[in-house]
T-cell receptor, first 114, second 114 residues
Framework: DAGVTQSPTHLIKTRGQQVTLRCSPKSGHDTVSWYQQALGQGPQFIFQYYEEEERQRGNFPDRFSGHQFPNYSSELNVNALLLGDSALYLC?????????????FGPGTRLLVL | GENVEQHPSTLSVQEGDSAVIKCTYSDSASNYFPWYKQELGKGPQLIIDIRSNVGEKKDQRIAVTLNKTAKHFSLHITETQPEDSAVYFCAARAGGSTLGRLYFGRGTQLTVWP
């Protein structure tokens, strides 16, 4: 049973550029949440997608946007990158329709903005 | 929103000793409390979780206790081993829906010396 997968594993961008990160949820899961983890900090919630809609959003600007596809996979897009966007971006999946609250995390995408 | 505080930030123990990590939360409506272990270069891995209708849960060498009145919960690791060395995060989910976002503590770096 494949766990949560994310791509790419690492990414280097320059300020002002745009980036797209991808996530495939654990088999059977229908919900994807995205978190940003700065160095030495706990993960911070960005947003959550269920039934292809954004259901909840954390305190992140509109430069951060996302999408969920019919197969439950998801993308995180960040526009106009800032140096402060450098972080580990984590995707977590869960099974909301099955009332299973456990969130399983992927390995993350390490983004460096120069 | 919810605020999760975690202590200590670093913890060093001798192999075979016990380790305790404590967290407090602010929102009395929070009802689900997972603990994650994160090794270097990897995503957080769920190690144990507890719901608000349960006071204690144990899984082999790991246990979690919850005091709803005081709004704090703790992770207990007995008979520690060097492979337990990692960063541990506590989290709380606000509200009663399985769509609820997770709020994380800042993490505890646990080092187990052989």
């Amino acid at each position: 049973d494949a766990g949560v997968t994310q791509s790419p594993t690492h990414l280097i961008k320059t300020r002002g550029q745009q980036v797209t990160l991808r996530c495939s949820p654990k088999s059977g899961h229908d919900t994807v949440s995205w978190y940003q983890q700065a160095l030495g900090q706990g993960p911070q919630f960005i947003f959550q997608y269920y039934e292809e809609e954004e259901r909840q959003r954390g305190n992140f600007p509109d430069r951060f946007s996302g999408h969920q596809f019919p197969n439950y996979s998801s993308e995180l897009n960040v526009n106009a990158l800032l140096l402060g966007d450098s972080a580990l971006y984590l995707c977590a999946s869960s099974w909301v329709r099955g009332a299973r609250e456990t969130q399983y995390f992927g390995p993350g995408t390490r983004l460096l903005v120069l | 929103g919810e605020n999760v505080e975690q202590h200590p930030s670093t913890l060093s123990v001798q192999e075979g000793d016990s380790a305790v990590i404590k967290c407090t939360y602010s929102d009395s409506a929070s009802n689900y409390f997972p603990w994650y272990k994160q090794e270097l270069g990897k995503g957080p891995q769920l190690i144990i979780d507890i719901r608000s209708n349960v006071g204690e849960k144990k899984d082999q060498r790991i246990a979690v206790t919850l005091n709803k009145t005081a709004k704090h919960f703790s992770l207990h690791i007995t008979e520690t081993q060097p492979e337990d060395s990692a960063v541990y995060f506590c989290a709380a989910r606000a509200g009663g829906s399985t769509l609820g976002r997770l709020y994380f503590g800042r993490g505890t770096q646990l080092t187990v010396w052989p």
